[in-house]
């Protein structure tokens, strides 16, 4: 009998790290998620600017809810610090400091200013995003090895 109940603990352990690695891989595709749900609240807010140079608050308000979905990380928040909020344990170190930038510096100044400063920060989230896509296929290897190997690891221990 206790054989049964050392392999029944061991399959626990194998479906746990199994279940741990599923999160993992989650959390990891919505780092890209996000960021690409910024990238494209920011290019919707420079033609909103560019087009109708409306301020910030109106632009969130009439902003499309998945746009706003896929910034805030699942949250429709009422500003860009809410969203911000929302999205930052998704972001990592680059990402995070450039998007807080940009939540600090837009809607201040004239529009050829913050046209520029969307520019800007259009073009280094960009290269994030790439940076973060190339690297992506191999984290969700790294993941799933980890959290299976460590399951498998303790389970062999516990035997």
């Known amino acids: 009998m206790s054989e049964a109940w050392k392999l029944i ?31 494209g609240l920011l290019l919707y807010t420079r033609a909103q600017i560019d087009c109708y140079l409306m301020p910030l608050e109106e632009i969130l308000e009439n902003a499309d809810e998945g746009l706003l979905r896929a910034a805030g990380a699942g949250c429709v928040g ?6 911000l909020d929302a999205a930052l344990p998704y972001l990592e170190g680059e990402s ?23 520019d800007y920060y259009l073009a280094a989230l960009e290269k994030e995003r790439e940076r973060l896509a190339a690297a992506l296929p191999a984290r969700l290897k790294l993941c799933a090895a980890m959290s299976i ?11």
């Open 96 to 118: 995070a400091r450039l998007l807080t930038s940009l939540v600090r510096e837009l809607g201040n100044g004239y529009r050829e200013e913050q046209l520029r400063r969307c």
């Open 9 to 39: 603990g061991a399959l626990l352990m194998l479906i746990t790290g199994g279940v741990v690695a599923r999160s993992q891989i989650a959390h990891e595709k919505k780092k890209l998620w996000v960021l690409e749900g910024w990238l």
């Open 78 to 83: 009422g500003s860009q610090k809410e969203l």
């Open 149 to 159: 190997c460590a399951a498998a690891f303790v389970a062999i221990l516990l035997w």
